[in-house]
């Protein structure tokens, strides 16, 4: 199974941007679909971006389209998260998401849809 391990979080003003990187281990990476979810207190964790083995395929939510961008690095078993013109309404705890191995099912915005979980890192946005 995989392991991993969100970083990149921190505290930033409307408009600036942040990277959030999700280290994998334990395991190769490319078997594993991966996907970002967010999660704010009291409310049910939410799908951000979504990204396929070989990166062929990207989803993300409507929310964040066009400013928000996932990548993967999988020799070095990395996905990535670039967020643009942050807004308040961004700030949340975003956690990394894997999905497989080798998995055939064909959604990938369900938190229900991935198997591993990292522990999440803060992004607080203020303006």
């Known amino acids: 199974q995989v392991h991993l391990v969100e970083s990149g979080g921190g505290m930033v003003q409307a408009g600036d941007s942040l990277r959030l990187t999700c280290l994998g281990s334990?395991?190769?990476?490319?078997?594993?679909?991966m996907g970002w979810f967010r999660e704010t207190p009291g409310k049910e964790r939410k799908f951000v971006a979504a990204?396929?083995?070989?990166?062929?395929?990207?989803v993300y939510a409507d929310s964040v389209k066009g400013r928000f961008t996932i990548s993967r690095d999988n020799t070095m078993n990395r996905v990535y998260l670039q967020m643009t013109s942050l807004k308040p309404e961004d700030t949340a705890v975003y956690y990394c998401?894997?999905?497989?191995?080798?998995?055939?099912?064909?959604?990938?915005?369900?938190?229900?849809?991935?198997?591993?979980w990292g522990q999440g890192t803060q992004v607080t946005v203020w303006s």
């Open positions: 998401a894997a999905d497989g191995p080798w998995s055939s099912q064909p959604e990938l915005t369900g938190a229900a849809d991935y198997d591993y």
């Open positions: 334990g395991s190769p990476f490319l078997p594993y679909n």
């Open positions: 990204i396929t083995r070989r990166s062929t395929e990207t």
